[in-house]
Every structure is written in C-alpha cells, then in structure tokens.
C-alpha cells in the first residue's frame, strides 16, 4: 500500500509538471496559433537559471521562482518579436519548425557547456525533510510542488477566465482583427501572452530542478509526453489543460503500480484512444 | 419620444463641421483591387449612408477607414487627422467604433464581457444605465454566453458595446441584416436617438427603406466607387435612379 501512494505521489509531481507546460502550451496555440515545441527547451532553461541565480550569484531558490520565470519569460518575448511574430497566418507547420529548431539550437548549446549529465540543484532548506502522515511519508519538497503548481495552475485559469485582461486575451483568440478595432494593442498582447506561457515553463523548470537535477535534456524527455498531454485534453480548454495534465500523471503513477512495465506508454495508448474516438481532445473544440 | 428625434433630425444635422474626408481612397484584398478612388465626406451630427449591391465595396470602404484591410492608399482624415496608415488600434483610440456585418459578439465572453470589452477611448461614452435604457434586453442577460442571445440581441450588443467607449464617430455595417420587421424597427429608433445625442454615424445598408427613416445623406457605391450622393431631401427625385443602381 505504502508503494501504492508513494506512486500516486510522483503520478502527483509529474501530473503537475504536465499542467503547468501543457497550460502554457494552450495559452500559447489559442493566442499565437502556434505549437510551441520550444516549450521543453525553455522549461529547461528556467532550471538552468535558478542553478546559475544560485551557483553565481547567490540567489535563493524563492527569489529563483520569481526571477527565472522573468528573465526566460522576457528572452520568449524577444524569440516573438523577431521570430514567431512573422509566422502570423502561415501553417501550423511552419510554427512546429521553427520552435522545434529554437529548441535544437537551445539544447545543443547547453549541451556544449555542461554535457547531458545533471547539475546538482539543493532543496531549499525550508522545505527539507518529510511528514509522516500516517499511511505514508510525503518529503515536504514534493507536497510543496503540488500545491504550489495547483495554486498557480489555478491563478493561471482565473486571470484568462474571470479578469477583464482574460476577457481581451479570450476575445482577441476568437477574433484578433475586431478585438484591434476596439483600440487595443494585440500584437503586444500576444508577446505578452508567449511571455507568460513561456513563463510557466520556467517556472515549471525552476520546480524540478531539485527533483530531477538540471540537464539540458530535462525538457527534450518531458515535452513528448505533454504534448501527448495536450492531445488527449484539447488545445482549446484552459481547465482543461490543467486537468488532464494532474489526471495524466496520476494514471501514469497508477500503471507504474500496477503494470510497470506499461508506466512509460499508457500516456500515448491513451492518445491513441482519444484520437480515435475524439480527435479534438477531450475538452478541446473544433478548430 | 423616438419619433421625434427623427423629426428634429435633420435640423442639427447640417449644423456640425466636416468630420471624416475620404479621398481616393483604394484598397486590395490580396490580389484583388476592391476600392478604385473612394470620395466623400461626412459631417459631424450626421447619419450618411452608403447604398449599393452585394461586392459594390460598401463594407471595404469601412474596413479601410478602420484600418482593418491591410493594403490601401489614398487619404482618410479624421478631424482633420490623416489615418490611412494608423493602425486599427490607433484609429480607434481617435475615437472612430465600428461594429461589424458579422456583429463580431465573441462566443467565449458572456454579456457583460462582451458589452466592457471595448475599451473607453476617450471621455464622453453613454453611461451603461443609458445603454441599458436603450436596450433593456441586455440587461436581463448579462451572464448568458455572447453567443446564446437571438439574432437581435446581438445586433443590439454588437452596437450597445460601442458606444460607452466615448468613440463619436460610428460606422454600422448593415446592422438591419437577417432581423425581423420589429426588431429593425427598434434598431431605427436606436439610430435616431443616438443622432440626438451627438453621434456622427456612418451606415451601410442593403436594406433601403430602413435607411431612408434615419440617413440625412446618401451615397451610392458602384465597382469600388462612388457614383452618385444625394440628401433625404432629394430622395424621391432620386427614386428611379436609385432602383437602377441598386437593381430593386
């Protein structure tokens, strides 16, 4: 029983991780139409800032939260401006290239200074250590990531669902040209959009870092597994995203309890099985 | 009460100085060259309308004095201000609204979204207790979806939600279209109340009857141009003219 809960807790953790990147990834396709495959290279890079905050500058983990998501939030701003911005009205193939080279190019130079093998990256002494809950013991880290993703997840929903900015970013998805015509600035709201996507992404990144080391090729493993994610929630749904990305980890942690040796694959037979029956995704809508 | 509005119409009307200049105005949709030399003028206070068939370049010449179509040339001024090369943003921002044949209502914002969505651009929008005034039905459906309300409700949204910007100048394409005899009627009254309040308005209409009971002005669109103008005044002299024109 104890291993039971004990993979429901990384179905958890990784559940988490799937939602805060297939989240952005949403954000990014309703307002950019773009696929963003640079999404795990970015994650990526949010680790790698909080290590470098940490390792040069001496900065902690909680401020590398607030920074690392900026700063790799701001370098997408600037990937969308002098890039992304061009392909407005092209084929979603184009967006898929373009992104999947940025994250090539991305990856291969990390890659070139710090190899494929993990940099170490400390739990924050806060949060160090463990709880005995009576039925199994929870280190403190990772209950703190699966909270704290939910809460951000949740803050992500309500500022595109119930705030006046939401109602702009949500009317500009469905009709950018009228939302123009009223005065407001939507080629800058999109940047801002690919910003905050990309900065869940970091964010996401920073998270991990003390879970899973920080290696160039954290995102590249990860990123075909949310997009599965992705499929099998819909493009389109906000909560949607949020959901099955905690509901996917979950199944996952579950197979690798039950039948381990399908741990790895339950993700894309269940994609499979959506694309036949509904290859919209489960909460997604028609394009 | 809307009556007579209509009736003290076209006594303010002449009153305003000129507020939009167009001149030569041309405009492309990828290949294709729609508008070939647009000219005419509207006068603040004024309702102007712009007759024509389907394809004449009615809805173009509006799109482009927005700044939507992407490719035109020629000379659009707004008090006295060029906008042919502002964007949409921007000319809204001068306080020029639009409210598109389409009605543009967005299907994943509810009533109250939708009708705060535009932004104020400038001082001077109707208070939303007068909005609510002149269109009591949106009041009872703030939380419905955009998309759920009737044909009408929409039409009434897509025009209600401009006018607490504090945009002056308002462009209505064919804002009687696919609606039932009293529901444009309703729409009539709206028109004439808000000439009355100070709006300049600039509508294409297919629907000419409907537009001979507000417009104080007329001009007629051909091929991308603009053939023909003529006052309410001059209308019944006009008549057989205009029935050749628009093939009615």
């Known amino acids: ?287 | 009460m809307p009556e007579t509005a209509i009736a003290d119409a076209p006594a303010k009307a002449a009153t305003g100085g000129n507020i939009l200049q167009v001149r030569n105005l041309e405009a492309w949709y990828g290949e294709s060259h729609i508008l070939h030399g647009i000219n005419f003028d509207v006068n603040a206070g004024e309702v102007v309308t712009l007759l024509g068939r389907n394809g004449a370049g009615k809805t173009t010449t509006l799109k482009s004095i927005m700044g939507i179509i992407g490719k035109r040339t020629g000379s659009v001024k707004f008090n006295n201000q060029e906008i042919i090369r502002a964007t949409s943003d921007k000319i809204a921002r001068m306080g020029i609204a639009f409210c598109p044949e389409e009605r543009g209502i967005f299907s994943s914002l509810d009533v109250r979204e939708n009708l705060l969505l535009p932004p104020v651009v400038r001082p001077g929008g109707l208070p939303l207790e007068q909005i609510f005034d002149l269109f009591p039905n949106l009041k009872e459906r703030l939380n419905s979806q955009g998309t759920k309300l009737s044909g009408g409700e929409q039409q009434m949204l897509a025009i209600a939600r401009i006018l607490r910007t504090g945009a002056s100048f308002l462009m209505l394409d064919e804002p009687t279209e696919g609606l039932a005899p009293v529901i444009i009627q309703q729409i009539g009254h709206t028109i004439a109340r808000l000439k009355k309040e100070g709006f300049t308005i600039l509508l294409v209409e297919q629907n000419f009857r409907f537009a001979s009971t507000v417009a104080d002005r007329y001009y007629v669109v051909e091929h991308g141009k603009i053939i023909d103008g003529f006052s309410n005044a001059e209308l019944a002299a006009n008549m057989d003219k205009l029935h050749t024109y628009l093939g009615v």
């Open chain 1, 1 to 287: 029983m104890q291993a039971l809960y004990a993979q429901l807790l990384v179905g958890l953790i990784n559940g988490s991780f799937y939602a805060l990147l297939s989240l952005g990834l949403a954000v990014i396709f309703g307002m950019l139409n773009i696929i963003n495959f640079a999404h795990g290279a970015l994650y990526m890079m949010g680790a790698f800032v909080a290590y470098f905050l940490l390792s040069l500058g001496g900065i902690n983990y909680w401020w590398a939260l607030l920074i690392a998501p900026v700063i790799v939030g701001i370098f997408g701003m600037i990937l969308e401006r002098t890039m992304l911005q061009w392909l407005t009205g092209l084929d979603h193939l184009y967006g898929l290239l373009l992104t999947f080279g940025i994250a090539l190019i991305v990856q291969g130079v990390f890659q070139n200074y710090f190899g494929s093998s993990g940099l170490p990256y400390a739990i924050p002494d806060q949060l160090k250590g463990g709880m005995n809950l009576g039925f199994m013991f929870l280190p403190i880290y990772r209950g703190w990531v699966v909270i704290f993703s939910l809460v951000v997840c949740i803050a992500t929903w309500f500022l595109i669902e119930k705030t006046r900015l939401g109602a702009y970013l949500r009317a500009a998805t469905e009709n950018p040209t009228l939302v123009r015509a009223f005065g407001i600035n939507v080629p800058r709201m999109i940047t801002l959009t690919y910003g905050l996507g990309v900065g869940l992404a970091a964010l996401a990144g920073v998270l991990s870092a003390p879970i899973n080391q920080v290696r160039p090729l954290m995102g590249a493993d990860l990123i075909i597994v949310v997009f599965a994610v992705v499929v099998i929630g819909g493009m389109g749904s906000i909560m949607g995203s949020i959901i099955t990305g905690f509901a996917l980890g979950v199944i996952e942690g579950l197979t690798k309890y039950f039948y381990p040796e399908a741990s790895n694959t339950v993700v894309f037979v269940l994609m499979v099985l959506v694309l036949l029956v509904k290859p919209t995704g489960l909460t997604g809508r028609a394009a």
